[in-house]
């Protein structure tokens, strides 16, 4: 990043002014009259850019080259990272063969991502379109629905157990992936907030710490949601006991309601919040402990109740994190 060094001048009776690099002018086109937009930062400095210029994130073309031997999984994959990146438009080359597996990568895409549009497509190729960052889809309020939506697989999950309700289990899973596409957009989002921090306006954040910080959060929403849908597939193992204990049933439920609460204080960014639910975070680590030492290591010894008590834990090690966003979060106030 090029930076130039221009003194102030004052011209007429208070008006002071600076020059512009000559070649940054040339390079972006800017001509007399044009408007320039000019964006406070928090630490004082500026930030300025002609409005006819394209945004970062939309406008920004990548190709993908993919042979005909690849798997569908390995080219989403590198589809992703593109689009993560902040990509608007993302090509991906077939070359003069084609690929056998064009139908299964596009229903893996409509699957995994959220806001794709595919404007064209070949044997040779496909190219897609990648829905910009808008207003209504914020990056606190898609959180908002990530943790909401995991919340109630986990107690979903908890009443499929008890009820033995196969059906429920699986609709669990269906869910999960609507976690993970909102994941994958909200990370689009902040990273694209990262790279320009004019964009830190429109998704609603006032510094750039604050992506980093909701990147993590969402991390630990879409972790979260892995293990509700790994308590829920307790209801099809075919090693499973009839039912788990009731007291390790009722621990799910409690951390579910720790999980619900970091969310709270996720969203209010306030530290008093995040502190109480990290203290009950820490005493129900030791009820869950007291529980597996209770039941003289036969949690342990059975596998699918091993399982399920690990994903209690691990929910609540990932509340733990959600509160820890909270507090720093609620440092930059």
Sequence with gaps: ?????????????????????????????????????????????????PSKVEQIGDGERVVISVSSEMKPEDVLRLYLSMYISGFSVISIDFGKSGYRHTKELKEM?????????????????????????????????????????????????????????????????????????FYHFVVRQLNIGISSPRRLASLGLKRPQECLFYIIAAKSIERTADHATSMASYVASERRVKTPPRELVDAGYEVSKLFTEAEKALLERGYERALKVLTGIEAFGLYLADINRRAGGRAEMDTTIHTLMHDIRRIAEYSSDICEVALNLAALK
């Design 109 to 181: 895409m409509r699957r995994w991502l959220v806001g794709v549009e595919i404007i064209g497509e070949s044997l040779q190729g496909i190219v897609t379109q990648c829905l910009p960052t808008h207003d209504s889809l914020q990056p606190l309020k898609v959180i908002e629905r990530m943790a909401d939506l995991t919340a109630s697989m986990q107690r979903d999950a908890l009443y499929a157990i008890e009820n033995n309700d196969e059906n429920l289990s699986q609709d669990i899973a269906q869910r999960d992936y609507d976690v993970d596409r």
């Design 1 to 49: 990043m090029q930076v130039y060094s221009r003194r102030v001048q004052k011209t007429g009776g208070s008006t002071l002014i600076v020059s512009l690099p000559q070649e940054w002018v040339r390079r972006v086109g800017l001509q007399p009259h044009d408007e320039l937009l000019i964006m406070e930062e928090p630490g004082g400095g500026l930030i300025f850019w």
